[in-house]
């Protein structure tokens, strides 16, 4: 949790509000010719910058704290299929539960949560 709580930070979104079902992403905005402004780029790590979908399709944060580009691209476009391609809370239960691994800081930059290279993705994931 404690790496999520950092990514949140980073994009603008406090981390109690995650817990709302309610919540809406900081990046999407329903004007798709123009880009969210409420989250400076110049803050925000580059693993964590949003990705197309991210901007245009209504979603939840949590999935903007996986420093993943491709994973949060694909997993807001089949979840907005009809029916959606997978259980957005299961898919929340199977990250939480060790189906991605940041591991801790050993020296310099490395362990940092917003870093994809800090995290390693278990195979039955």
Same mark, same amino acid.
């Given at each position: 949790?404690? +790496? #999520?709580?950092?990514?949140?930070e980073k994009i603008g979104v406090k981390f109690e509000e995650l817990t709302r079902s309610t919540c809406q992403s900081p990046w999407y905005s329903p004007f798709t010719s123009l880009p969210s402004n409420? +989250? @400076?780029f110049d803050t925000v790590p580059p693993d964590l910058y @949003?990705? @197309?979908a991210q901007?245009?399709?209504p979603h939840h944060p #949590?999935?903007?704290l996986l420093p993943f580009l491709w994973i949060r691209e694909r997993a807001i476009t089949l979840d907005r299929l009809d029916p959606p391609a997978f259980d957005r809370c299961e898919?929340?239960?199977d990250i939480l539960n060790n189906g991605m691994i940041c591991w801790k800081p050993r020296a310099g930059r490395e362990g940092l949560p917003w870093d994809r290279r800090s995290w390693e993705i278990q195979p039955w994931f």
């Open positions: 949790m404690e +790496v #999520f709580r950092h990514n949140s409420l +989250v @400076p @949003p990705t @197309p901007r245009r399709l #949590f999935i903007d898919l929340k239960a």
